[in-house]
């Protein structure tokens, strides 16, 4: 059976709210949480922009539900050691139910330290060996690292879980994707053109068995946007005023202050969300929409309502959606 998770977008609500949404959702039959780590909210608008870490030790209390980052860029607003160090403390108070979800970053949360923000191929150097590191933490040895980018002096984890928790990468591209496969636990994602994700998928795998696992039994994550209210109207009104960084085909990993996503927003249309945010009220459209990445082979979708009405959307999906997925054997 696969997952159906919640995306808490903690650009968008108080963590409080965030809370009595993922137990309304625990309640609901979804079984995993992704929580977003933002310094910033895309757009001034949104709101919000809670500590994500202090927020999964409520969420690991309150529910029962599995949750992770989705993701947290290491190397800039957190050193590599502190983050295994956090994320060795989740999993030790919550067994089996805490994965690290990494990725690459955007200089709209990380630039705040004030050093240069890289161009990609830094920034996919600098995940790979922080990467490292946090593995090497995750031994429970004393470790000490001098590379590329970090340093580390004689680091040892004392408070360890029974096994470490999962590593999840969100990759975009054939190379980070086959590394993703090779070097780590799963594969995050989000919604693409079918062609694309058949080649992450494709190159994932092909990392995984150069490492001798077995990708079929490897976590294959996608977040996908989707806006559901009781009109057409409704649904594309909530999108463009609520998300519209979800109608912004461009790359936004360089853009540094949501002021700047205000006045692209000024640009977005709803032509703009055509097959990046599904709009509509039709929720047998929604099971068709979600079964179709399952269909490809995903085995956990997370479903993030860009709208302010998670309630009606949490309800709904569990009475109409997640029950009329079909998952393979």
């Known amino acids: 059976m696969g997952v159906v998770g919640y995306a808490a977008s903690f650009e968008q609500f108080h963590p409080t709210d965030l809370l009595a949404y993922c137990q309304q959702a625990e309640a609901s039959g979804f079984s995993s949480v ?13 709101g919000h922009s809670a500590f994500v870490w202090s927020w999964m030790g409520a969420l690991g ?10 993701v947290t860029p290491p190397g800039y607003r957190y050193h590599p050691a502190v983050l295994a160090q956090a994320a060795a403390t989740l999993e030790a108070m919550f067994p089996g139910r805490f994965y690290l979800g990494l990725g690459a970053g955007e200089a709209l949360n990380e630039h705040i330290t004030g050093d240069y923000w890289p161009e990609a191929p830094v920034r996919l150097e600098r995940l790979m060996e922080s990467i490292e590191i946090i593995q090497e933490l995750f031994t429970g040895k004393k470790v000490k690292h001098r590379g590329a980018h970090f340093n580390m002096e004689s680091a040892k984890l004392y408070t360890m879980p029974d096994a470490p928790p999962p590593i999840y990468v969100a990759t975009s591209g054939p190379v980070m994707a086959k590394r993703t496969g090779k070097y780590t636990d799963g594969l995050i994602t989000v919604g693409a053109a079918d062609e694309k994700l058949r ?6 795998e092909e990392g995984a068995r150069e490492a001798g696992k077995d990708p079929s039994t490897m976590p294959k994550m996608i977040q996908v946007k989707i806006s559901y209210a009781d009109t057409l109207e409704e649904a594309t009104e909530n999108a463009i005023r609520e998300w519209p960084n979800g109608g912004m085909a461009f790359p936004k990993a360089d853009i540094r202050d949501p002021e700047d996503f205000e006045a692209m927003a000024k640009l977005v249309r709803a032509e703009n969300y055509k097959n990046r945010v599904l709009l509509t009220p039709d929720l047998d459209e929604h099971v068709s929409y979600l079964q179709h990445f399952i269909d490809l082979g995903f085995n956990e979708v997370y479903i993030h309502n860009v709208g302010r009405t998670q309630e009606a959307f949490i309800k709904a999906y569990g009475e109409r959606v997640i029950p009329n997925l079909r998952w393979p054997n």
Do not use: E, N
């Open 34 to 46: 992704m929580a977003s780590d933002h310094f910033h909210p895309w757009v001034p608008s949104q």
């Open 61 to 70: 209390a309150v529910t029962s539900l599995r949750f992770g980052t989705g």
């Open 199 to 204: 080649m992450l998928m494709g190159k994932f």
